[in-house]
């Protein structure tokens, strides 16, 4: 037998000429192939255009935009990503034209003004929607006991948009049940949704969202599951089977790449192409059903992430289970999370889980969070650098 081999290259796409499809013996049809997992084909228009712009080395979010200009990016904004990324004194007192120049933000054009590319304004301007149409989350929630539904819209800078909406989510939707059987001392913490896959979720469908496709970000909140819809594909190598089938994807490719870099710094996302496992692995904790991706063809141009309401907490919500009582929280839980603030006040919450028996990394955020409402915990100072600072035991 005979092996070609081929580096990758530049220069492409490359495509087969009618000589192999009108060859008795090859009879390969012709076009432009593409890999997708161990099978080669002809791609569909969708497939097709991605491979397109792909060569053609085409970024919307590196763009300039067709009307931004520094004026329309917020300087304050600016000034809070610098501090929250620890970025050093000298660069977070520049001017604002000097900070847009250093971040890359901006291009001076021929008449001396200066233009913001796309990411910046997704990143920086106040509402983003004034400038890429439909740069927006909307959660559309099911009005329980009717057929109604309700939207909310989350409309400025990207990366407050992911912040707003979880917060959002932990304030309004997530909710939990502490279980206690009868014949155990031991008690079991079941959430609703695991806020750790809700984050993922969420912040993947903003990072991975074709920003110059008109459509938004939405999330379907309805009785027992929620829906996080796209309206792209994922980049290849990435298709929806690999989403339902793997766990973590090393060669990931990114649409925004400055988005991602960003979001990185900001500790919105960990490491690269490991939201997914996350997302897994916290349904799997919580005995949650497993995450399904639509759509089921290679046709059809969005993207679909289903996560289901945990069944044992949905049957618990719907009847009583005389063999186990049920409580919002448990004070002990919480008192244990206090003192171990004091104790140590840069602890973090994943610190925090692992020296508490039975919960959950999750479980401890909930926690932390319904203690940051109440007002009987703030935390003072950056999200790696910051610290806790308990009411009422300052001094301890």
């Keep these: 037998y005979l092996v070609v081999a081929i580096e990758q290259g530049s220069n492409g796409p490359y495509q087969t000429n009618e000589k192999a499809e009108k060859d008795k013996e090859i009879k390969l049809k012709q076009g432009r192939y593409i890999r997708i997992n161990r099978d080669t084909k002809l791609p569909n228009p969708t497939e097709e255009f991605e491979l397109l712009k ?10 300039l935009n067709n009307t931004a200009t520094i004026d329309n990016l917020n300087y304050e904004y600016m000034k809070e990503y610098l501090v929250q990324t620890n970025a050093k004194q000298d660069i977070r007192n520049m001017s604002k034209l000097d900070m847009a120049k250093s971040m890359g933000l901006v291009s001076e054009n021929e008449y001396g003004s200066y ?3 796309n990411f910046a304004v997704l990143m920086f301007a106040e509402t983003p929607n004034k ?5 927006h989350v909307e959660i559309i929630r099911e009005v329980v006991g009717t057929d109604k539904m309700e939207a909310k ?8 948009q992911v912040k707003q909406v979880n917060r959002y989510f932990e304030d309004n939707i997530m909710a939990s049940y502490t279980i206690r059987e009868a014949d155990k001392i031991e008690h079991r913490i079941v959430y609703n949704y695991p806020l750790t896959a809700f984050e993922e979720l969420a912040t993947n469908a903003i990072l991975h969202k074709e920003y110059d496709t008109p459509e938004y970000v939405g999330i379907y909140i309805y009785r027992d599951r929620i829906s996080f819809v796209n309206h792209n594909r994922p980049l290849p190598p ?9 766990r973590s994807f090393d060669k990931r ?14 500790n919105l996302i960990e490491f690269y192409g490991s939201g997914i496992r996350r997302a897994k692995d916290a349904l799997k904790n919580n005995g949650s059903p497993k995450l399904k991706f639509y759509p089921d063809n290679d046709v059809d141009n969005y993207t679909n992430a289903v996560m289901k309401i945990n069944k044992e907490f949905f049957n618990s919500s719907k009847v009583g ?15 244990k999370i206090l003192t171990l603030m004091v104790e140590n006040p840069r602890i973090t919450a994943k610190q925090i889980s692992n020296k508490i028996e039975n919960i959950t990394f999750d479980g401890v955020r909930y926690h932390i969070s319904n203690l940051k409402k109440s007002g009987k915990i703030r935390r003072e100072g950056s999200t790696k650098s910051g610290k806790w600072i308990v009411k009422g035991r300052e001094n301890e």
Excluded: C, H
Excluded at 54 to 59: E, G, P, Y
Excluded at 238 to 246: M, P, R, S, Y
Excluded at 253 to 266: A, G, H, I, R, W
């Design 54 to 63: 792909k060569f053609a080395n085409f970024s919307f979010s590196s763009d």
């Design 115 to 117: 233009r913001a590319r």
């Design 153 to 160: 819209r989350f409309d400025g800078p990207v990366w407050l």
């Design 253 to 266: 490719q990114y649409l925004n790449k400055e988005l991602k870099d960003m979001f990185f710094s900001l």
């Design 321 to 335: 289970n005389t063999t186990q009582e049920t409580t919002q929280e448990t004070t002990n839980v919480i008192n």
């Design 238 to 246: 990435v298709t929806i089977e690999a989403l339902n089938n793997n």
């Design 131 to 135: 400038f890429i149409p439909n740069a």
